[in-house]
Every structure is written in C-alpha cells, then in structure tokens.
C-alpha cells in the first residue's frame, strides 16, 4: 500500500531557532500534501494544503510566514517552523493523496520548543 | 465551528462485544466520510469510508453506517478485539469554494476493549 515517510518523529528546539519537518511518499506521486496540527486530545486541525510545484493554501488563522511550505517535488514536501516558540509545541502530521491514492497520513512530528 | 463531532470523547466494552462509536456533521455538502485509528504519537491509519451515495459499508469487523438525512454516521466493531483499543476519528470530504478535497475532522473517541 501507499507509504507517508515523516521526519523526523521528534525535535527539540530553542526558541527563536526553526526546524525543518520533511514528508515523503515514497512508492507514489503525491500531488497533495496536507499538513495538520494536532494538541493533546484535540482533532487534526488542517493547517495548509500544498499542491506540488505550487504555493502552499493555507488555513485561516495560520500564519504563512511562520509555517512555511514548500512542495517541490511530487514526492517531497517541506514545512518549516520559523522562529519556534513553546506554543509552536505540538504534534505535527502530513498527509498525501495521489491518483488513485487516497489520503495516506505519516507518523507524525513531535515538536517541542524550549 | 466544529462541523464534525464526536461527542463521546471515550468508550470502554469488553472483549468479543460490539463497539459503536458515532459521529455527526453539520455541513451538508460533505459526500465522503472516512474512519481512522490512531495511537499515541503516531499518524492515523485509515480503517474504512463510506460515499454520500451508500448508507452502510462493511470491511471485516468494521462496518460504517450512514444517516444522510440525520447527517449522522457509525462506525461499527464486531467482536471488539484488545488490539482495537485507539482513538477513532471521523473525517468528512467535501464542502465548498474548492474545498471539496480536504478532510475535516472529529476530535476522536478513546476506544478501550478490555480482555
């Protein structure tokens, strides 16, 4: 089946640093990728949705210039945290959906800022 | 505003019985609902999904029932198993202003199936 490869699975961070979160598909071409946050026993809240070789469409309330998104390839997309602060603490998740690929979820980012 | 809801946030049954775990949305232009299961720390796993066209759906154990008009849907375990024990999402697809493809999510039911 379709395989989401996230990385890394944890970070630990200074705040005011930036961390870089990567998301493969790796045995199809991805021409979506979602990114999604999720708090502690909250839903998956869809930040942005990013097709490839495009600008990222983000969610209202997201900042664009803090969670950057880039899509470059149809196996690869990037977000960026920007200038991380403990509130960007939080489980981060992407998501790929092809041709004839339904929404494949990887295993998610555990970010924590100090 | 929370258009899908899972209002159960946690549901304890014994081994072997039935697990009923339920969710409701309020946009009606939603025609795709999907289940997943999620552990701790780790993505969610797509179990089974069901189109606006169907009401019911079945996959093994699983079976996923759909109330259009109550805009309502279940999902279904049977027998439950201890390896079940996960919390369950409810996403729904569709929308519009071309939003149709993306998912909307519950804020997940904690199952646990005790032996």
């Known amino acids: 089946g379709a395989v989401v490869s996230q990385h890394p699975s944890w970070v630990i961070c200074k705040s005011g640093t930036s961390v870089k979160i990567e998301c493969r598909s790796l045995d199809f071409q991805a021409t979506t990728m979602f990114w999604y946050r999720q708090f502690p026993k909250q839903s998956l809240m869809l930040m942005a949705t990013?097709?490839?070789?495009?600008?990222?469409?983000?969610e209202q309330g997201v900042e664009k210039d803090k969670f950057l998104i880039n899509h470059a390839s149809l196996t690869l997309s990037t977000l960026t945290v920007t200038s991380a602060h403990p509130e960007d603490s939080s489980f981060y998740i992407c998501?790929?959906?092809?041709?004839?690929?339904?929404?494949?979820f990887g295993s998610g980012t555990r970010l924590t800022v100090v | 505003d929370q258009q899908v809801k899972q209002n159960s946030p946690s549901l304890s049954v014994q081994e072997g019985r039935i697990s009923i775990l339920n969710c409701d949305y309020t946009?009606?232009?939603?025609?795709?609902f999907l289940w997943y299961k999620k552990y701790p720390a780790e993505g969610p796993t797509f179990l089974i999904s069901i189109s606006s066209i169907k009401d019911k759906n079945e996959d093994g154990r699983f079976t996923v029932f759909l109330n259009k008009s109550a805009k309502h849907l279940s999902l279904h375990i049977v027998p439950s198993q201890p390896g079940d024990s996960a919390v369950y999402f409810c996403?729904?697809?569709?929308?519009?202003?071309?939003?149709?493809?993306?998912?909307?999510f519950g804020k997940g039911t904690l199952l646990t199936v005790n032996p």
């Open positions: 996403a729904a697809e569709g929308g519009s202003g071309g939003s149709n493809y993306k998912l909307t």
């Open positions: 998501s790929a959906s092809g041709q004839g690929v339904g929404y494949t």
């Open positions: 946009n009606s232009m939603f025609d795709y």
């Open positions: 990013s097709n490839e070789g495009s600008k990222a469409t983000y």
